[in-house]
């Protein structure tokens, strides 16, 4: 049986390595990779969770404070847009990617003879925003820009792919998306930027303004522009691969190396394009994020004309997941900064840990982790599941699962629900890491400041939650969403049995019926009342999908078919207190139940002391 974790042993959630301490992350991976795969990742991940605990958290303060710099002209007045990065944040960029954050995901890692699946790399993300999601911001953009190519490339870019992809710090090249207009946001159709094609030069030319760029400097960046006589509209939109340098400047794409070495662009080899400024922001410091002025920019069109809105939401379908991962591992460091602090601050002769009210609230943090990082990474293996069978079907007869099928359909589903419930679940718990320190949470010199200024962006990179919601409705509607969906809840339920899982299962199916029967409600409504739920609707479906999703690996670990091979029963415990939360209405708000959960569970849960299965009886909510 795993022993419990003693919090008190630290002074701080740093100088630690997060992948040893976060069981949650460990537990989810072990189910969603092979063995094989588990067996190659966890010591690379071992090691990976070390260097983000020490090095990479350490430098992410400091750059916190001493953020990139924008010079958009050099001495003489000649535009050269170069973007200074303090050597902190430098020595994370090679840290990050030569552990493989990108390149395991792309190309066959060292010891394997295929690549990783993605969610290999959201896991690494993941490990990496229990540091910096600021910086983890550029790393998933590097590896959505290598994605597109990887499906829609004609072959004219490989070199960009192949800088994606380098594992070599001196090879990487960045990714990049500039998508927001300031008439458009959301709007994607509005976006008025033109493309004209120059056959003296052999480019297109780009003309317009990007208003939200973040990773500004990046050398593989996508952009959305309409071509001469496109129509309106997202229908209009081409893709276009817009280097930072021009690319007839250069033998090839701009590495991290040549930055290195030779310092800004001379004013002839940059790019027609003026980066004006940087945005003044809350948090995510790391990464810059300005407007641009294409100014006749060269740039080479992805894939197929007025096909550019389609290929762009393959990128975001992982942007999102990537969004998710970051609010999942910033969860993740708010509740190891507030256990750790528990369990050493006194007050009235106790640490404040030992008192009701606290227990209570680190139990729920726990639980709140527990759920988001489950649903995500279900959603993550979809994802990676649909990748990994378009990357053999290319090399082979076999077809793809391109749409039709349940994979895609679920995935399409749960990808924006994960996006939409995490990020607001990372803004909450960052809060509330802050009010457990109490005025020391409020000032820059701890760690929790920067977390809740850093999650404060996630509801809004990649689409709002009313954006996601609708995302969800066309989901339902144009996909048959809901089929895959009921189906799966209604398996993982089937396979529930443990007499300690009973009640909690019985919730959860009574909740089943009535989301199906919203589900069928809402599909008789008009589009009006539709988009009025759509939100309480997403809402509804990570509940009920995250509870029978926790109840099947509660009912695994009880087996004792888990990480440790023991019976144990602290998952069961978890997913118990998930249904009681958000699927359960108690009298009188509870008050009178008698419920002591949060006492009896918080070894358990808080520290992660294993619980034998026989124990369960005794460690229940309370019925009325």
């Not at 457990?436 to 920067?450: A, P």
Request: glycine share 8%.
């Amino acid at each position: 049986m795993s022993s419990s974790i003693d919090y008190g042993q630290f002074e701080e959630g740093r100088a630690v390595n997060y992948w040893a301490l976060d069981r949650t992350i460990r537990r989810e991976l072990r189910r969603i990779y092979t063995d094989e795969e588990f067996e190659w990742a966890e010591p690379r991940l071992a090691e990976f969770g070390e260097c983000v605990g020490h090095t990479i958290a350490d430098n992410a303060d400091f750059v916190d404070d001493h953020g990139p710099e924008l010079e958009p002209y050099d001495k003489h007045g000649d535009i050269q847009n170069c973007v200074r990065y303090p050597a902190e944040q430098l020595e994370n960029e090679r840290l990050a990617y030569e552990q493989g954050i990108v390149a395991d995901a792309f190309e066959a890692p060292p010891g394997r003879d295929e690549p990783m699946p993605l969610s290999h790399n959201l896991a690494m993300q993941y490990l990496l925003c229990y540091a910096d999601a600021g910086f983890d911001c550029p790393v998933a953009m590097t590896a959505g820009v290598a994605l597109v190519l990887e499906k829609f490339d004609d072959g004219a870019l490989e070199e960009y792919y192949d800088g994606l992809t380098a594992r070599n710090y001196e090879d990487v090249i960045e990714g990049a998306m500039f998508l927001t207009e300031k008439q458009g946001g959301s709007d994607v159709g509005a976006n008025e930027t033109r493309a004209e094609y120059d056959q003296d030069a052999g480019y297109w030319r780009l003309y317009g303004e990007k208003w939200f760029c973040s990773n500004i400097d990046a050398e593989g960046t996508l952009a959305l522009a309409r071509t001469e006589d496109a129509p309106s509209g997202t229908d209009g939109l081409s893709m276009f691969l817009v280097p930072h340098a021009d690319p007839d400047g250069s033998e090839g794409p701009l590495t991290k190396g040549d930055r290195l070495e030779d310092g800004p662009l001379s004013p002839d080899a940059v790019n027609d394009q003026l980066y004006r400024r940087l945005k003044d922001k809350l948090g995510t410091i790391a990464v810059p994020t300005g407007e641009v002025e294409f100014t006749g920019a060269k740039a080479v069109l992805v894939g197929e004309e007025e096909n550019g809105f389609k290929q762009m939401t393959e990128m975001l379908n992982l942007e999102r997941l990537s969004n998710a991962a970051a609010s999942c591992g910033i969860i993740g460091r708010v509740l190891l900064e507030s256990k750790i602090y528990a369990a050493n601050r006194e007050a009235f002769g106790e640490t404040i840990d030992q008192y009701p009210l606290m227990r209570a609230d680190l139990v729920d943090m726990a639980v709140d982790h527990e759920a988001a990082t489950a649903f995500t990474f279900e959603a993550a293996r979809l994802f990676a599941e649909r990748e990994r069978a378009g990357r053999r079907s290319a090399d082979s007869t076999s077809a793809a699962d391109d749409g039709d099928g349940d994979t895609y359909r679920l995935m399409r589903l749960l990808i924006p629900i994960a996006k939409a419930r995490t990020a607001r679940m990372a803004v909450d718990t960052a809060s509330y890491g802050m009010e457990v320190h109490g005025g020391n949470g409020y000032v820059n010199d701890f760690v929790t400041n920067r977390l809740l200024r850093d999650a404060q962006v996630l509801p809004i990179w990649e689409g709002t939650e009313n954006i996601l919601s609708l995302d969800v409705l066309r989901a339902l509607e144009r996909e048959d969403a809901h089929e895959p969906l009921l189906e799966t809840i209604e398996e993982r339920l089937e396979e529930v049995s443990h007499p300690a899982l009973e009640d909690a299962a019985e919730t959860v199916e009574d909740e089943y019926h009535d989301l199906a029967a919203a589900l069928a409600a809402l599909a008789a409504e008009d589009a009006e009342y539709a988009q009025l739920s759509a939100k309480r609707l997403a809402h509804y479906i990570f509940d009920v999908f995250t509870a029978a999703l926790l109840l099947e690996e509660a009912q695994t670990e009880l087996e004792g078919e888990g990480e440790s091979g023991d019976e144990n029963g602290r998952l069961a415990l978890v997913a118990k207190r998930f249904v009681a939360n958000e699927l359960e209405t108690d009298d009188a708000r509870g008050i009178a139940s008698g419920d002591r959960f949060a006492l009896e569970a918080f070894e358990s849960i808080v520290r992660n002391e294993s619980v034998n299965p026989d124990a369960l009886s005794e460690t229940v909510v309370a019925d009325d």
